[in-house]
Every structure is written in C-alpha cells, then in structure tokens.
C-alpha cells in the first residue's frame, strides 16, 4: 500500500523565507535512498544540495526548475511504502487520500513524519506556511523535454533558450562544471540560423527583425537579489568614507616570488593577496576598532578580537563575500591554502551559507580587473574593506633617483560612525608600509 510523504522546503539555517528551484536530480519513479541528493536550491545565500529524508519511490516533483518556492511548502513526493526494485510508473499525482500530507498544513502531518523530516538543519513549518501557494503549478507528467530539463544551465538561460527554440539536451556547456551559458545558447542559436539561411538576404533579415535576442531580461532572485538588497542597504545605513594611498609594492613582489619556490607552499598559489591579506591582519591585531561593527539596537560598538576575512569573489551569479574564520590565528601557509579553497569552492558555486555568514572585515581584489583603484562598498555588518588595485610599473623616486618600481593604489572605506578619519588613516598606512617592507610584518606581529 502506498504512504506518500511530501518534502517541505527547509529552512537551510540562515532564517530564510524562500529559495529558488536550479536542478532536480531525480524524476518521478526514481528509487531515492536516505541522503541522496535529489535537487539544487539557490537561497539569497549560495546554491545548496538537499539530501532525501526518506527511501522510497519519487512519486511527484510539486516545484519546477526555475520556481520560487516558500520555506515550508512540499517540494517534493515520495512514496516510502514502495518495495525496492521496478516500481509502477508513477502517477502524477496521489489519490486524495494518499495526497493529503502535501495539501494539508503541517499541523496535519503524522507526528513520526515531522520528527523524522528534522534530520535537515532549520527544518520545520512555520503556521499556515503551506497555504501560501500561489506559484505551484497543476500536477504534470513527465514531459517530453525531459532529457532538456536534466541539462545544468540556470533558470535564465534555460528561459533564454525556451525563448530562441534551442533544445538544451546535447548542447556541450561551457560553464563551470560544464554547465551551459547564455554564449553557449547563443552559439547554437547562431548555428541553427545559418544552417537554415538562404545567402546574404537570409543574414541580413535575421540581423534587423526583432525579436528575443534584441533584449534580455534577468530575474533578480537568489544571490544577485540578496546582493542587490545588501549593497542598498549598507550605502544608505552606514557612513562611508573611502581613503588612498599608492604604495611602492617591489618588495612584496620579490617576496612572493620567493616564496612560491618554498617547499611548504607546494601546490599552493601564491599571489600578492596573500600578503594584503596578511598585512591586514597585522592591522587589525594593531588597531582592534577598524574589526568592528555597529549594533544598532544596542546603540553599541562590538569590537571582534577574532577575524573572519572576507574575500570579494565575482561569480556567474553575482557577487559574494565568503569568509576565512580565524584567518588571524594561521601561518603564512594555511592562510594561503586557506583563502585559494575559500576562493575555488566560491568560483565553483559550492559556498555554503555558513562560508558567508559572520565576516568581520573584507578585502576585494579590483586588480584583477585591470583597475587601480575605487570606492568598495562595506559588507553589511562590517566597519571596513580594503580595495586591492593592479600591480604596474609606475616611476617612483628612490633615494632621491627616480626609478621605475612596482606600484598600486590601496583604497579603504569604512563606517564613519565607528572609525574616524586617524584611526582610518593609520590602518590604512600600515598595511601600505607592510607591503613596501614586508619585513615589518615579522617585527609588528
């Protein structure tokens, strides 16, 4: 006899009221066993992995790939009575008995369904959270896009797609992880015009009709929205005031080539970060006020004795900031290995909500870009952030002969409220003497 259970949405442990629906890993009569992962959820935080709480058979899929869904609201059904092996095709949807764990509000569920569904941090119901479906969509079978639909592209580019009539099944993607993008759906769209074009008339009424690709439009959800929300936010809560320096860096540079030829950094790499980083760190340890935030409850200033360094990273999903907890506390080489894993798993879409909660103070690295300097916007909750600018040869004056050296602009914002325009200046100015005589990292430390 079938027992179908329906899987509500957790909340992942951020206090999160609604996620994003990226890629289902299973289809209605799949087998699931306990802990598989059996879909992909973009929060306002980072794209996470959710485990089956039950073996059983997939009876339903009640979310599409691309779909909002509230914390609380059944995701998916699964049928833990079904015996193991082959199992009946699946209906679309239960008899109305079998139905109403996914209809009902929580309260209705069998008591040993809600213990066991706890195994998922933060989860549970909030009241009357089931009732609010206004995006579910009617019961459907398995259609014939399916092979389509277990391509790994994001909800944009698959609507992208949909709207140019480009089939994601078999398109070889590009993407990290060999996900598809907006260029590789472009391409083949490109490709599919040319092959039925007729000569130079053909090419130029594709050139000049409108259509889809004269215009793009991209949801703001998940990360980029909680980006968006955050950047308002602390532009127009705290203070800001942003400060320079251009600093004589040659030693650094010479000191990071060295370094990389160390047994102890093997397989690590070693950039100019590493030192900007480390040098803040001594900063902070120096001037304790600028790893600070401000409570605005309490009207109080909490001064952190622990840094968790935040790392800019620009990803296809929008900007995020995970953190390196402790940083102050490792060696040279666990910093380093430290912040390229923080870095990779970030680039990789493989942050965790944990990685970007509870930063302290932030370092963006704009040199990458090829720009020298600009005014960083502090991560919310924080009192400061340093801009790292690009590393050229600039002519410098040295020992009165001027000479050409390795130079770069340091810019540091910070909460005004908390940090005054000295204590600014002096962080600021020892970090830029760190990286010109890196020795003074070992005598400040």
């Not at 102050?328 to 910093?335: A, C, H, I, Q, T």
């Not at 909750?381 to 600039?394: H, K, S, T």
């Not at 002969?401 to 020892?430: M, N, W, Y």
Request: hydrophobic share 45%; proline share 8%.
């Amino acid at each position: 006899m079938s027992e179908i259970k329906a899987f509500r949405l957790p909340d992942v442990g951020e206090g999160l009221t609604e996620a994003d629906i990226v890629a289902w890993h299973v289809k209605p009569g799949d087998r699931v066993a306990v802990n598989q992962v059996i879909v992909e959820i973009e929060t306002a935080k980072a794209v996470v992995e959710l485990p089956s709480p039950w073996d059983g058979t997939v009876a339903r899929l009640a979310a599409e790939e691309g779909q909002t869904v509230e914390v609380g609201v059944p995701i998916i059904e699964i049928d833990v009575a079904a015996a193991p092996g082959p199992a009946a095709p699946a209906e679309p949807a239960a008899t109305a008995g079998q139905s109403v764990s996914a209809e009902r509000p929580p309260a209705s569920a069998p008591p040993e369904s809600e213990e066991r569904q706890s195994v998922l941090v933060g989860y549970g119901v909030k009241p009357g959270a089931t009732t609010r479906r206004p995006r579910k969509a009617a019961p459907a079978p398995e259609r014939s896009e399916a092979p389509a639909a277990r391509a790994l592209a994001k909800p944009p580019v698959r609507k992208l797609a949909k709207d140019l009539g480009i089939s994601l099944a078999g398109l070889a993607g590009s993407g990290p992880g060999g996900s598809i993008t907006r260029d590789d759906v472009q391409r083949a769209a490109g490709a599919t015009t040319a092959r039925s074009g007729n000569g130079m008339a053909q090419a130029a009424t594709v050139a000049t009709a409108p259509g889809p690709r004269r215009e793009e439009r991209i949801p703001v959800k998940g990360v980029r929205k909680s980006m968006a929300a955050a950047m308002a936010a602390s532009a127009f809560t705290a203070p800001h005031v942003t400060e320079f320096v251009q600093v004589d860096v040659t030693e650094t540079m010479a000191a990071v080539r060295r370094v990389r030829d160390l047994p102890e950094y093997s397989g690590v790499r070693v950039s100019p970060l590493l030192f900007v980083a480390r040098a803040l760190l001594v900063a902070a340890r120096r001037h304790p006020l600028i790893n600070s935030s401000w409570d605005q409850d309490a009207q109080e200033i909490v001064v952190r004795h622990y840094v968790n360094l935040g790392i800019a990273v620009a990803t296809d999903r929008g900007l995020i900031v995970p953190n390196l907890k402790d940083a102050d506390r490792l060696s040279l080489p666990e910093l380093a290995r430290g912040l390229q894993l923080l870095t990779e798993t970030a680039r990789a879409g493989k942050a965790t909500p944990a990685d970007l909660a509870g930063g302290t103070i932030t370092i963006t690295n704009v040199g990458v870009f090829g720009v020298d300097g600009g005014t960083p916007i502090l991560t919310p909750g924080e009192a400061a952030i340093l801009a790292f600018g690009q590393v050229r040869d600039a002519p410098w004056v040295v020992d009165g002969q001027l000479a050409v050296r390795k130079a770069c602009t340091l810019s540091l914002s910070f909460d005004h409220r908390i940090v005054d325009g000295e204590l600014g200046s002096a962080v600021l100015r020892d970090v830029g003497s760190m990286l010109e005589d890196p020795v003074r990292v070992l005598a400040w430390t």
